[in-house]
């Protein structure tokens, strides 16, 4: 969900035209859930437990449907020591995505917390009945098992964990502990909950991948590089380049292209958003944050508007639009009016909106 627009959003007095339309953007950026998630997922790989609730809560209340930030919603609040607001939160997550095996681990957390270690077992083997390899729904439902004096399921278990992860040395520990229950006799008592361990939660993305070597020959790259040579004060230029190296998974580069689009226009509300999301996948947290924040405190950029070509000449017809990208002989490259001076006035904003589509349009051609 992208944070559509809404009449309720558009209801305050009019003081100005120009005025009432960036309130109006703002709201509407406001409105994005994956703005708020994402900027939950920094403040709580920060620690920062009640700043990211009320973030994911942000998120869930305009997208009810946003599994994911009901997920780690019931993490934070997990983290808050609310385990019983963190059971309802899972359940959620999961009543909306019944393969959610993360889901399913982090209810199975939550309800040993509570000592409902039955249920617990449950929703372990659950996760790994969807994933059958996941060691962590394995090694936590052989701790649970363990708290309930059933030993031998408790091994069973451990050793599914170290077929998968022989270097897992809290397993071995646990499971010589567990044989050596097996070999009492008679039974002890209820032994007390064993030693905690350190229990994945899945906060999502949660790994950071090693910098790729730059493909120098990938095509939509290519295109960007093209352009931004061209045009090397042309802010939109530089966060395209971005987004193509983002895909790439080269996020330190990533981020060089969208400093350069933010020197360029301080107010690019997509290239502070992208700007977050690399520094975001390379763990710089604390960063990531600022540049959400500075996202949300900025308009996002108008809807693409496609206008009637205004001259026969120009050969573009708006049903290319419609078709599939197809390989085509390289064309002449049309050289793109020369990029506009950023301006707040309709004027300006309109002459942008037509030069992006020129651009995308010339970029799809040769892409």
Same mark, same amino acid.
């Given at each position: 969900?992208?944070?559509?627009?809404? &009449?309720?959003?558009?209801?305050?007095?009019?003081?100005?035209?120009?005025?009432?339309?960036?309130?109006?953007?703002?709201?509407?950026?406001?409105? %994005?859930?994956?703005?708020?998630?994402?900027?939950?997922?920094?403040?709580?790989?920060?620690?920062?437990?009640?700043?990211?609730?009320?973030?994911?809560?942000?998120?869930?209340?305009?997208?009810?449907?946003?599994?994911?930030?009901?997920? %780690?919603?019931?993490?934070?609040?997990? =983290?808050?020591?609310?385990?019983? /607001?963190?059971?309802?939160?899972? /359940?959620?997550?999961?009543?909306?995505?019944?393969? *959610? *095996?993360?889901?399913?681990?982090? #209810?199975?957390?939550?309800?040993?917390?509570?000592?409902?270690?039955?249920?617990?077992?449950?929703? *372990?083997?659950?996760?790994?009945?969807?994933?059958?390899?996941? =060691?962590?729904?394995?090694?936590?439902?052989? /701790?649970?098992?363990?708290?309930?004096?059933?030993?031998?399921?408790?091994?069973?278990?451990?050793?599914?964990?170290?077929?998968? @992860?022989?270097?897992?040395?809290?397993? @071995?520990?646990?499971?010589?502990?567990?044989?050596?229950?097996?070999?009492?006799?008679?039974?002890?008592?209820?032994?007390?909950?064993?030693?905690?361990?350190?229990?994945?939660?899945?906060?999502?993305?949660?790994?950071?991948?090693?910098?790729?070597?730059?493909?120098?020959?990938?095509?939509?790259?290519?295109?960007?590089?093209?352009?931004?040579?061209?045009?090397?004060?042309?802010?939109?230029?530089?966060?395209?380049?971005?987004?193509?190296?983002?895909?790439?998974? =080269?996020?330190?580069?990533?981020?060089?292209?969208?400093?350069?689009?933010?020197?360029?226009?301080?107010? %690019?509300?997509?290239?502070? @958003?992208?700007?977050?999301?690399? #520094?975001?996948?390379?763990?710089?947290?604390?960063?990531?944050?600022?540049?959400?924040?500075?996202?949300?405190?900025?308009?996002?950029?108008?809807?693409?508007?496609? &206008?009637?070509?205004?001259?026969?000449?120009?050969?573009?017809?708006?049903?290319?639009? %419609?078709?599939?990208?197809? /390989?085509?002989?390289?064309?002449?490259?049309?050289?793109?009016?020369?990029?506009?001076?950023?301006?707040?006035?309709?004027?300006?904003?309109?002459?942008?909106?037509?030069?992006?589509?020129?651009?995308?349009?010339?970029?799809?051609?040769?892409?």
């Amino acid at each position: 969900m992208t944070g559509q627009e809404s &009449p309720e959003n558009l209801n305050s007095p009019l003081n100005s035209g120009d005025q009432n339309e960036e309130e109006g953007l703002i709201v509407i950026q406001m409105n %994005n859930p994956k703005a708020w998630y994402d900027r939950a997922g920094s403040l709580y790989k920060l620690g920062l437990y009640e700043e990211a609730l009320e973030s994911y809560e942000k998120a869930v209340a305009i997208d009810e449907n946003y599994a994911d930030a009901w997920n %780690n919603r019931g993490m934070t609040l997990k =983290c808050l020591g609310r385990h019983e /607001e963190a059971v309802t939160s899972y /359940e959620q997550a999961i009543a909306l995505k019944a393969d *959610y *095996y993360q889901g399913w681990n982090n #209810l199975g957390n939550a309800l040993v917390e509570l000592e409902r270690y039955e249920q617990a077992v449950a929703s *372990y083997q659950r996760a790994i009945l969807i994933s059958p390899e996941y =060691c962590q729904g394995w090694h936590n439902q052989g /701790e649970a098992l363990a708290v309930l004096e059933r030993y031998e399921e408790a091994v069973a278990c451990y050793d599914r964990v170290l077929a998968l @992860k022989p270097t897992w040395r809290e397993t @071995k520990r646990l499971r010589r502990t567990a044989m050596e229950k097996l070999q009492e006799m008679p039974p002890s008592p209820k032994p007390p909950a064993p030693e905690e361990t350190p229990v994945e939660e899945n906060i999502v993305p949660e790994s950071v991948p090693t910098p790729p070597v730059i493909p120098l020959d990938h095509p939509k790259l290519a295109a960007c590089d093209r352009l931004v040579e061209r045009y090397p004060d042309d802010a939109e230029a530089w966060v395209d380049r971005g987004s193509a190296l983002a895909e790439l998974g =080269c996020y330190e580069e990533a981020v060089t292209s969208y400093d350069r689009a933010i020197s360029l226009d301080p107010e %690019n509300w997509q290239g502070w @958003k992208a700007r977050g999301m690399a #520094l975001k996948q390379l763990g710089q947290q604390s960063e990531a944050l600022r540049s959400y924040e500075r996202a949300l405190e900025l308009p996002p950029a108008p809807p693409t508007i496609i &206008p009637e070509p205004a001259d026969a000449s120009m050969g573009v017809s708006t049903d290319i639009l %419609n078709e599939s990208p197809v /390989e085509a002989p390289s064309p002449e490259i049309v050289p793109t009016p020369t990029p506009v001076r950023r301006s707040s006035s309709p004027l300006g904003r309109g002459i942008r909106w037509i030069r992006r589509w020129i651009v995308r349009l010339w970029r799809r051609w040769i892409g």
